[in-house]
């Protein structure tokens, strides 16, 4: 395998000058990353650099299933789009496609939010840079900023990515509704709780209805994947920065789903604290509070840019400024319309990540796997919940609220 590896990158001389020496003395290592690809940090006497194989197989669960090799290629192209939007993404050093190999830089030396939230580590500001950044990303990529040509021949483009959107699609809509073989949740502590799910018909079309939108807006590019073990926190002088990594789903769709499968990994992060020892309600506390600015800083972010950089095809300036507050009133409708999706894909990932494929980190975390399960649950009803009543959401305050009411209920 190694040797396989090493012919993937060995001609290449930008690998050659970062690493040094020769391919012999190199040294291979596997990381744990959070990638559908293996991936592996390739040393030698200069330096090192990390290698995403995209193999031409994947296999999840007890389920195989084939991948383009030349998804890499999406990947760094959306990794520079995004990187152009919000310096946030990280940019990979480079990719080839014929290889099937991404040289993705040396850059997760930092700590994952994921695991950050996980050990109760304050972090303040840091949820909100993460908004920003999306925000940024989102406006920036969509026809509010970019005019109609160069928008569909991107859309075109990342078209040819479109079999990690299947895969999206067929493991957070479909799923965990079906016998898949992702499926692995918290048996049999779950088995009731998870046939409910399964026998509640108002919410399975609900996720229907979320998979209609998630097929036919091409809002704009979307990291497509966007879970706490994708954000990384780096201390720059002296200063917390995020960095958001790993852009292989890329692909378009609807304008809140990112910061929505980011939020699912925080709510479910939120209610694993019950099961990871004393201390919970503080840090709990804490974080309902910084989730709550973190939605003052997405909305005041992207209206900014609303107000400054909608240079696009969408809500043209010429045509609001027939009135005073034409701007004003479209910035509120546009923001209104879109909460209620939010909460369902929040929903939808939710259930994903507990019955489903990809798994919750923080909960698997739990060892004792009856109290796991109460989290687990709490995170259900939390998600079935926003789910069904989504069209009542009008922001982050109404799902806070929501959530506080679950974590009171179980105490």
Known sequence: MWTSLLERIANRNDVMSQLGGSPQNWQIKPQRTASLSPTFRVSGPDGSVLVKWATDRVTLGRHVIALPPKRVAFEA??????????????????????????????????????????????????????????????????????????????????????????LNTELIFDGPFIDHPTNNWNSPHLDDDVQDLLSDRTLVLALQHLKLDYLTRADCLLHNNLSLDQVYLYSVDQEQKVIINSSEFVGYGPIEFDYSCFLAGFYLNLFAQDGLGPGAFRYQTWMLNEVEIAANRLLAEFSDLWRTRRTGTAYSELTLARFDDGEEMALAEYSATRAAAMAGFIGGEIIRRIVGMAGSPEMLQIEDEAVRANCERRALRFARQVLLDRANITGTQDMVAIAEDILRSGR
């Open 77 to 166: 192209d959306g990794a520079r789009f995004l990187n152009n939007a919000a310096p946030e993404f990280t940019i990979p050093l480079a990719a080839d496609p014929s290889a099937g190999v991404l040289l993705a830089g040396s850059l997760l030396n930092g700590k994952s939010v994921q695991k950050r939230l996980t050990a109760r580590e304050d972090m303040p500001g840091v949820l909100a840079q993460v908004a920003a950044a999306i925000a940024r990303s989102s406006f920036l990529t969509s026809d509010l900023a970019i005019d109609l040509d160069e928008q569909r021949s991107r859309i075109a483009h990342f078209s040819g990515n479109a079999a990690l959107t299947q």
